[in-house]
Each structure stands twice: as C-alpha cells, then as structure tokens.
C-alpha cells in the first residue's frame, strides 16, 4: 500500500469514528432534552404557586404538593447536616493526618466502591440498623442517617480533592513557621479547600434529594398530608410522591398532570442544587489562582 | 655545605586573625556524620560541619547534590516526605535535633525558612506577616499592627504596601512576594534563618535586594543560604560549603573557597568547569 493510501485510510477511519461518536453525543444530548421537554410541558400545566403551597387533597387527586416538597427538603438538610460534618472529618483524616501506606490505600478503595452499592441496599441496611436496631422507627431522622451513609463516600472523596488540590506550598509555609499540623490545616488548607468540598457536597445533597428507595423504606410515607415537625416522625418526599402518583394510585389517569408538576418540581430543585455547586465551584476557582 | 636555604615562610597576618576570629564565633548548627536516605535512595553521605552563629553560610553543588535535603534537615522539614532515614547528628544550641522529645513547634519557630519559589499564603498581606505571631498566640491587635509593621519594614516593604495591607498577597509580584516570605519568617523572631534559593525565581533587580537584605539581615540571625549562583555565594557569605553527590567535599571561609579551594572539584565547580 502507498503511503498517500494509507493516510487515506487513515482519515477515513477518522472521520468515522468522529461521526460515530458525535452520534452517540446527538442522541445522548437529544434523550435528556426530550425527556426535559416532556416534563416541562406536562407539568407547566398545573404548576403554581397554590400547587407547590397547598396540601393534597382528595386522596391525592387534587390540591397540591406542600409536604412533598417540605419532606424532601427536610430530609436533604438533615443527610447533608450528618453527612458533612462526618464526610469532611474522615477526609481531612485519610489526607491530612493517617500515613499513607496500604492501610488507607484499602480504606480508599472501600469507600470508592461504597458509592457503588445500589440504594436498595442502603435502603434495607439503614431499615435494619436505623430504624429497627437504633430504635428510631419509620422516620425523618433514620431516612436521613441512611441518606447520609448512601452519600457519604461523595462527600468524602470530593472533599479529599479539594483538600489535594491545595498548594502543598501552603502546608510547608505554614509548618516551617511553627504551625502545629492542626493549625496548618484549620488556617491555610480548609479556607482554600472550602469551595471544593462545598460543591461535593451540594452534589451529594442532589443525588439525596432525588433517592427514592431508600426512603420508602425508611421512613417515606405514603400520604401524610401535615408538615413533620419531628425528627421520629414519617413523612412525604417528592421522588416517592411522583412513584406513587405515576404507579401506585387507583386513578393514574387522572392524578398525572399532578405526577408531571411533582416531577418538574424535583427536577428543577435538582438542577438548582446543581447549579449552585457549579457556581461555587468557579466563583472560587476565579478567585483562587493556584487551582 | 649542609647549610639549606630556608624557605621564605610567608605569614599574612591578617588572614590568620581572621580565621582565628572566625573560629571562635559560636557555632549555632553542629552537624556531625549526617546520613540521609529517601527510601533506599541516599540523599546526604555522612556531612560533618558546623554553621557559625550571625554569618551567612552558603550551600552550593550542582543540581540534586543534596542541598535542599539538607537544608530541610536542618528543621526537619525533610519528614514531611514519607520514608525518609537519618543517621548521625544535628546539635542546635546544644539541643539534638533528632531528639524524638524535641517539640518541632518550638524547632522550627527558633528556625526559619524561605522557599525556592514565594509561597505566601491566600490571605492578605497584613495576615501573611500576622499569621505566625498569631498562631504563637499574640491577639493584641495592637501589638500585631506592629509587628507587621516592623517586619515589613525591615525587609524594605512597608513603603511599598503600606496602603494596601488588606489586599491579597498574591496581588504582589514575585520579588515583593519573596521579601514578604521574608517578612512573614522574621514575624515569628527566629534565630536561624534557612533560605533554599530565594532569589532563583526572581529578576536582577528584585534578587539584588533580597540579596542586601540578607546582608542586613546576618547582624541579627544566622542564615544559611542555598544558592545555584556563584557571585551571590560570593558575595553575600561569610562561609561556603560545597556539596557534590550527596557529600560535603570543601567547607571553608567563602573567600578561601573562591581564590584558593583545597579540593580539585571545588576548583572546577567554583570556576564554572562543570555542573
Ligand atoms: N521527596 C523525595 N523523594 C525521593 N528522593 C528525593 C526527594 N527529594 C529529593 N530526592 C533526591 O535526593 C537527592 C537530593 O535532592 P535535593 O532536592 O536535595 O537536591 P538539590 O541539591 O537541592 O538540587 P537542586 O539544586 O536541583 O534544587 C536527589 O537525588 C533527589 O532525586
Ligand atoms: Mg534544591
């Protein structure tokens, strides 16, 4: 073969690929904005204020989605108030402080494949210790303790980037000066590694917020129509509210425009979940210049 | 005849003072046998010298002759790499430095270092200088405001940054940036000063005034300072230590080592032969 042939070939298996590939980007790309689009305009339809305000009525079928939305926000909030903390601490552990050999190298690898294991698992673990072995029921607080299990391992592997991605010229000017190790990291690498850890965790909180197994087994309710205002009591949430609507009730039919505003509610508090982590995230990478 | 000639013995007073004087200056680092291995890797081989109180010494050598290693040995900065081994000894004001009871706070409080490369921390300039003080716990904010002040002072900053103390230090260009290094060093009131190449990321101008500071500076502390350049050994040191391969070969006066090197490598390095 010539040499002009085969550089012929050479492009044509390029340019093949190239479309194959941009293929395969089109339909991806075209599926979600379908699949947005589908939503949006199912759920315009009864969208509104009275309807993200209102409690359900009439078995469903009419009024609104007020604990539903209330629900998940609580329960996001609690996940993320446990989660956090806990999540921040062990990877300010792994990175900052344990030697680094092949025992935090497993302890590593477990929490990588941690955030592997499908929601139902996590669901009927936290049903097992949270609700039956801790005591706390069906409820808010153990839907919350099983939330923050399932999305820990985000939390702590974002946070263990963040914690990375700060010079390691700030802990030697820090050291060098006298800092003590936890001086070092209190003052010079969280301020910087704040942002990041931020956005890990906001992305932790979406994926909470959309989870539905594990809540309908540990505390979800099926229709609850009041605010909890405990954390042992049961509650609504938007992902089990939509499955419901869309599967479990005697009149799908009539409660779907209900089902499609749930569901372009949830998807909307996602996305503004995720946008805040994006912006935070370049807020700061802007601002820092080492990153 | 049996008469020989004598040799005419030429005596340079002055030198001889000198050295003597030189001699007798306390001397505030005495290294004895320091091996040091990354690993298996040997970094350092047996280095034995001691470093004078209130001088300037100079660390040269080619690239990974061990210079750095040894200067981070010196605060024990070197730990902070895994698998790092040492044998031998460091005495510091009579104190070994390898001492497992040794505080490393107080070690590295009584030791300074300035980095190769400006490091000041994402904090204004006024915390940059303020974070030692702080952290060996001065909360007078009064006190603090002064000592910042006297800091940036004496590295001839102050003039410079006076009106924008709150602003981010990563705003000042590299050479103001190295001279707070400095600033933000001499805030914690250390003894020794340790300088890896502080000059080597700077331009002319910039670098030939960290280099009179440094000569400012030697009345109060005792610094050692790694430099690739030979003027600048030359210049600002009082004594020069040549490192080749991991091994001390010379350690002498700095004008010794540049006009008359016992040791053939020194004379080739020094001449600019190799490395
Ligand atoms: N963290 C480390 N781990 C393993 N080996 C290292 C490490 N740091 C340095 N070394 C090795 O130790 C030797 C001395 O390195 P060092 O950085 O002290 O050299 P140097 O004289 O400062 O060089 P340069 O002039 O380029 O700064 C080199 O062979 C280097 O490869
Ligand atoms: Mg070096």
């Known amino acids: 073969m010539t040499n002009a042939a085969l550089t012929k070939k050479k492009r044509y298996t390029q340019s093949l690929w190239v479309t194959v590939c941009s293929l395969f980007t089109a339909i991806t790309v075209g599926t979600l904005l379908f699949l947005f689009y589908w939503i949006v305009v199912g759920g315009a339809e009864v969208i509104s204020w009275s309807f993200i305000t209102q409690m359900p009525e009439q078995n469903m079928t009419a009024g609104g989605i007020w604990p539903a939305l209330v629900g998940t926000v609580y329960v996001s909030l609690l996940t993320i108030a446990i989660s956090v903390p806990l999540g921040i601490g062990a990877a300010i552990y792994l990175n900052e402080y344990a030697k680094q050999g092949r025992l935090v190298r497993l302890i590593r690898l477990s929490i990588r494949n941690l955030s592997g294991v499908p929601s139902i698992v996590y669901g009927l673990f936290g049903l097992g210790l949270f609700a039956a072995t801790f005591g706390f029921g069906r409820s808010l607080i153990a839907a919350a303790l099983t939330l923050a299990i399932m999305v820990l391992p985000w939390v702590i592997t974002g946070a263990e980037e963040a914690l990375k991605a700060v010079p390691r010229s700030f802990r030697e000017g820090g050291l060098a000066l006298g800092a003590t190790r936890w001086q070092m990291i209190r003052q010079l690498v969280l301020p910087s590694a704040i942002p990041g850890m931020a956005t890990g965790s906001i992305l932790g909180l979406a994926r909470a917020a959309g989870e539905t197994a594990p809540i309908i087994l540990t505390g979800a309710a099926y229709y609850l129509p009041i605010i909890p205002h405990d954390i042992k009591e049961q509650f609504m949430a938007l992902p089990y509210h939509l499955y419901i609507l869309a599967t479990q009730h005697s009149e799908t039919a009539t409660v779907r425009p209900i089902a499609y505003g749930t569901a372009l509610v949830l998807i909307l508090l996602v996305i503004l979940l995720n946008s805040v982590a994006i912006f935070i995230r370049n807020y700061y990478r802007r601002k820092n210049e080492w990153l | ?275």
């Open chain 2, 1 to 275: 005849m049996g008469i020989k000639e004598v040799e005419p013995v030429q005596i340079n007073v002055k030198e001889q003072f000198e050295a003597r004087v030189s001699e007798s200056v306390r001397d505030v680092f005495q290294v004895e046998e320091l091996s040091l291995w990354y690993g298996t890797n040997q970094a350092l081989n047996s280095i034995s010298f001691s470093v004078k109180e209130k001088q300037v010494t100079a660390i040269i050598g080619p690239s990974g002759c061990g210079k750095s290693t040894f200067l981070k040995t010196l605060n024990r900065m070197v730990e902070l790499n895994t698998n790092v081994q040492t044998r031998g000894s460091i005495i510091y004001q009579d104190v070994d430095v390898f001492d497992p009871k040794v505080n490393l706070v107080e070690l590295r409080s009584a030791i300074g270092m300035v980095f190769q490369k400006p490091n000041p921390f994402a904090k204004s300039i006024f915390d940059n200088v303020a974070f030692g003080p702080k952290i060996h716990g001065v909360r007078n904010k009064k006190k603090l405001k002064e000592v910042v002040e006297l800091c940036l002072k004496r590295v001839g900053l102050w003039d410079e940054v006076k009106d924008r103390l709150n602003d981010s230090a990563l705003s000042l260009s590299g050479g103001q940036q190295q001279r707070l290094c400095i600033a933000r060093c001499l805030a914690v009131e250390p003894e020794v000063i340790l300088m890896d190449e502080p000059t080597s990321a700077l331009d002319p101008i910039s670098s030939a005034k960290v280099e009179n500071l440094i000569e400012e500076l030697k009345e109060l502390y005792s610094i050692v300072v790694v430099t690739h350049n030979m003027q600048q050994a030359a210049r600002i040191s009082d004594h020069t230590a040549f490192f080749l391969h991991g091994e001390l070969v010379e350690y002498d006066r700095t004008d010794r080592i540049f006009s008359n090197p016992q040791d053939q490598r020194t004379k080739d390095y020094v001449t600019g032969r190799f490395g």
